[in-house]
């Protein structure tokens, strides 16, 4: 950052002001769009439930990074798509929907892959904690309703390598 920093301090002594304003203008949309960039990998999890096997194709949050990240400033979150996130160990898992424009359900995971809580529909934008019920591996974040929807409940279990298969 402080190399950037120079050069435009550089830039600006040499081309004037406007040159500058231009190259801050240009990183400011470099920037803010790998703020909005998704998570780099996608990944296929299945939720076993009374209504049959429902596949959703989810990004994966592992890092400190990724996980406060999460689905911040996105505007939409379409249907049979998420964000799973990954915690170790298992503990009470405290969420928050800073920043996060979308209503959303929130599925608690246990470690062997059984649901232990969802929070559904959240509140958009608010700094209200969302906590687990219970110990929890993992959190998977879809588009509010999907749960209802899909009729997805507490010990339903959950296929994917972090939680083993069904």
Same mark, same amino acid.
């Given at each position: 950052?402080?190399?950037?920093?120079?050069?435009?301090?550089a830039?600006?002594?040499?081309?004037?002001?406007?040159?500058?304003?231009?190259l801050l203008?240009?990183?400011?949309?470099?920037?803010?769009?790998?703020?909005?960039?998704?998570?780099?990998?996608?990944?296929?999890?299945? /939720? @076993? &439930?009374?209504?049959?096997?429902?596949?959703?194709?989810?990004?994966?949050?592992?890092?400190?990074?990724?996980? #406060? $990240? =999460?689905?911040?400033?996105?505007?939409?979150?379409?249907?049979?798509?998420?964000?799973?996130?990954?915690?170790?160990?298992?503990?009470?898992?405290r969420?928050?929907?800073?920043?996060?424009?979308?209503?959303?359900?929130?599925?608690?995971?246990?470690?062997?892959?059984? /649901? @232990? &809580?969802?929070?559904?529909?959240?509140?958009?934008?608010?700094?209200?904690?969302?906590?687990?019920?219970?110990? #929890? $591996? =993992?959190?998977?974040?879809?588009?509010?309703?999907?749960?209802?929807?899909?009729?997805?409940?507490?010990?339903?279990?959950?296929?994917?390598?972090?939680?083993?298969?069904?």
């Amino acid at each position: 950052m402080a190399f950037v920093a120079k050069r435009i301090l550089a830039m600006t002594a040499r081309r004037g002001r406007a040159a500058a304003v231009a190259l801050l203008a240009a990183l400011a949309v470099i920037a803010a769009g790998r703020a909005l960039a998704p998570a780099a990998e996608f990944q296929n999890l299945e /939720i @076993v &439930s009374k209504t049959g096997v429902h596949v959703f194709s989810v990004e994966v949050a592992v890092t400190d990074e990724e996980r #406060a $990240r =999460g689905l911040m400033e996105r505007r939409s979150v379409p249907e049979g798509t998420g964000m799973l996130f990954k915690f170790e160990p298992d503990q009470i898992i405290r969420m928050w929907m800073h920043n996060t424009y979308v209503s959303l359900d929130m599925i608690f995971i246990r470690s062997d892959g059984r /649901i @232990v &809580s969802i929070a559904e529909n959240t509140e958009p934008l608010s700094d209200r904690t969302i906590s687990s019920a219970g110990p #929890a $591996r =993992g959190v998977l974040e879809v588009v509010a309703g999907t749960a209802r929807k899909l009729g997805i409940a507490p010990g339903d279990r959950v296929a994917h390598p972090w939680f083993g298969r069904r």
